[in-house]
């Protein structure tokens, strides 16, 4: 099955921890995203990245990093610069080419013990 | 960043009745895209919109770009209990970064 797998579905970040999410699509596609979603909220972009091996920041970059050694893969880490990390945050992706729309991923819920 | 701005932000709606909510912004995009968010669940695609004055359904759901490229509206006909959710408007300005709306929470009274 073609898709966008996000995992862990629920994590649990202790105070000053690093958590890594992992998003992995085998669509082929070019383009990723990590968005954060706050509750009654939309969704606000932290990272994307349009090729392998470079990544822009997005709205709200700071307290998080991304990695791109490979197509098909884009892990978000959250860091202990992050002080509210407690969100969903989703993953998308897209072919790179024009205004293909984004596709997700079914997201991981992050929780502070 | 840029802002769209989604209404209604919530609906209590019979099962059966029609659903119609827009978004607008003072900026013009290249592209609509309504997606549905079910509780827990990423969004999925619904509608997509590539110009102006474009309307396209999809089953019992229809949606169009505005003329001014500058607002979009979907509308829902004879809504069922599987309709509840969250519906975004997202619009591309350039190619890569897409702008949301704040979402419409769709309840339903069977």
């Known amino acids: 099955d073609g898709g966008i797998t996000q995992s862990p579905k629920y994590l649990f970040r202790k105070e000053g921890q690093n958590v890594t999410l992992s998003c992995e699509q085998n669509l082929n596609h070019d383009a990723m995203y990590w968005y954060r979603q706050d509750p009654g909220q939309g969704l606000r972009l932290i990272y994307y990245s349009q090729i392998v091996n470079d990544f822009q920041k997005g709205d709200i970059a700071e307290g998080y990093s991304v990695s791109r050694e490979k197509k098909e893969s884009f892990p978000l880490t959250v860091t202990s610069a992050q002080k509210n990390p407690t969100a969903f945050y989703l993953c998308?992706?897209?072919?790179?080419?024009?205004?293909?729309?984004?596709?997700f991923g079914d997201g991981t819920r992050l929780s502070i013990l | 960043g840029q802002q769209l701005n989604q209404s209604p932000q919530s609906m209590f709606i019979q099962e059966g009745e029609d659903v119609s909510m827009n978004c607008t912004s003072s900026s013009i995009f290249n592209t609509w895209l309504w997606y549905k968010q079910d509780p827990g669940e990423g969004p999925v695609l619904l509608i997509a919109?590539?110009?102006?004055?474009e309307l396209t359904s999809n089953g019992r759901l229809t949606a169009q770009f505005g003329i001014t490229r500058k607002d979009s509206f979907l509308n829902i006909s004879a809504s069922i209990p599987s309709d509840v959710g969250i519906y975004f408007c997202a619009g591309h300005m350039g190619a890569q970064k897409l702008v949301f709306g704040q979402g419409t929470r769709l309840t339903i009274n069977p």
């Open positions: 919109l590539y110009k102006a004055g």
């Open positions: 998308a992706s897209r072919p790179g080419q024009g205004f293909q729309p984004q596709h």
